[in-house]
């Protein structure tokens, strides 16, 4: 993270309830850049320079760099595109991941399709906040604000990948967009590498799978701390259809299967309870739970 942004991030007033999803995107954006520190110090700029010009230029350069083998030895995930660009209005560090399948047998050619969705739908949520952050600064400045003391928005989009095994591929594209408060969206990607499939909780847990999810978040909220129990919404929600995304549900969730292949669900902000609480996560222990 350059001096600039350190400074935009630290010059911004933090709000008492400010995300803990946010907070924890700046460190993994503070990670990050201690990475790329140490890394720069070994080439000169120069060829810094060509080397992310090629990046964003030549997608074969770019899969051939960022091929990234995980766990499992048919699929992985590399980094496709990433480029960070900054104007007076936004600063947006953008790594888009793609499914490699190339030592998979028949060289699945639902990958393709996949990994088309997966960059339309990052590119497309990136321009939407640049500009989102187009009109907050000419709302700024209409309403008498100084440009100079304008604060850039962040907007920052990465991945990870969560499990990989033989013929299943699970991993999380995360997309956090701050300027005076922060917004976060998750993207969960659980895939058979056999069919090009997407995973489904039913898959993983069986068909009983809803009641399951359902009866372990409600012991996982049970052992939440007093003061966080007093900002659930459970008193007046049935979290079953929130789980099933019922009629009426305006939140869906999502989830992820972590080291043990077992999956986690998550819940959007304010899905069960004040802001206060961010994103809530839920590890589900089941007899199906090999994907």
């Known amino acids: 993270m350059n001096d600039r942004w350190r400074e935009a991030y630290e010059s911004i007033p933090v709000p008492e309830e400010l995300d803990s999803a946010v907070d924890a995107a700046i460190q993994k954006g503070r990670r990050r850049s201690r990475r790329r520190m140490r890394t720069g110090f070994l080439a000169p700029l120069a060829a810094c320079a060509a080397f992310v010009l090629m990046l964003n230029v030549n997608a074969a350069f770019a899969y051939a760099v960022y091929d990234i083998p995980v766990l499992g030895d048919l699929g992985r995930i590399v980094t496709f595109r990433e480029y960070r660009e900054e104007t007076n209005t936004f600063i947006a560090d953008v790594k888009i991941p793609n499914v490699?399948?190339?030592?998979?047998?028949?060289?699945?050619?639902?990958?393709?399709?996949?990994?088309?969705?997966?960059?339309?739908?990052?590119?497309?949520?990136?321009s939407e906040s640049m500009d989102r952050a187009e009109e907050y600064y000419k709302a700024y400045v209409e309403t008498g604000g100084d440009p100079e003391e304008f604060h850039q928005m962040l907007i920052d989009v990465d991945y990870e990948v969560k499990y990989s095994a033989e013929h299943v591929l699970s991993f999380v594209i995360y997309k956090c967009e701050t300027l005076a408060t922060g917004y976060q969206e998750n993207y969960y990607y659980n895939i058979d590498l056999r069919t090009g499939e997407e995973i489904t909780l039913e898959d993983v847990l069986g068909p009983d799978w809803a009641a399951i999810v359902t009866e372990q978040v409600e012991d996982q909220l049970d052992q939440f701390p007093e003061e966080d129990k007093g900002m659930l919404f459970t008193d007046c929600l049935d979290i079953r259809d929130v789980v099933e995304n019922r009629e009426g549900s305006y939140y869906q969730i999502g989830f992820y299967l972590n080291e043990a292949g077992n999956p986690v669900v998550v819940f959007p902000k304010y899905t069960l309870g004040a802001g206060a609480l961010g994103l809530l996560e839920f590890p589900i222990t089941a007899p199906h739970t090999e994907a």
Not at 108 to 116: D, K, L, R, V
């Open 100 to 126: 490699d399948v190339s030592d998979l047998e028949g060289n699945a050619a639902w990958a393709e399709e996949i990994n088309a969705t997966i960059t339309e739908t990052m590119e497309r949520s990136v």
